[in-house]
């Protein structure tokens, strides 16, 4: 069993930056790839990034390629998302979620744990 907690979210203007966190329990951290995922109002969940078990692998939707970069420590069981140029149509609820495949997934169906999310807000 793996507990998901996101932080980091906020309120910031276009143009701004946030640090997403998502701290993750257990001892096999190390062994799932991790995703992010945002879902905004009356939208579908969307695809953010991905990461695979060592970092050595990472995949983007096309709208955040040059402004988002998806990290780990395995050390410190922790998975990381620098947003950079934020606009507003980046506003959502942000979720992390783990998968026991070691590669990670555009899917969301492949992720085996997820976290309650944290809101991103980004005002004109």
């Known amino acids: 069993q793996v507990q998901l907690v996101e932080s980091g979210g906020g309120l910031v203007r276009a143009g701004g930056s946030l640090r997403l966190s998502c701290a993750a329990s257990g001892r096999t951290f190390s062994s799932y790839a991790m995703g992010w995922f945002r879902q905004a109002p009356g939208k579908e969940r969307e695809f953010v990034a991905t990461i695979s078990w060592n970092g050595g692998s990472t995949d983007y939707t096309d709208s955040v390629k040059g402004r988002f970069t998806i990290s780990r420590d395995n050390a410190k069981n922790t998975v990381y998302l620098q947003m950079n140029g934020l606009k507003p149509e980046d506003t959502a609820v942000y979720s992390c979620?783990?998968?026991?495949?070691?590669?990670?997934?555009?899917?969301?169906?492949?992720?085996?744990?997820w976290g309650q999310g944290t809101q991103v807000t980004v005002s004109s």
């Open positions: 979620a783990a998968d026991r495949g070691h590669e990670g997934s555009r899917h969301p169906a492949t992720y085996d744990y």
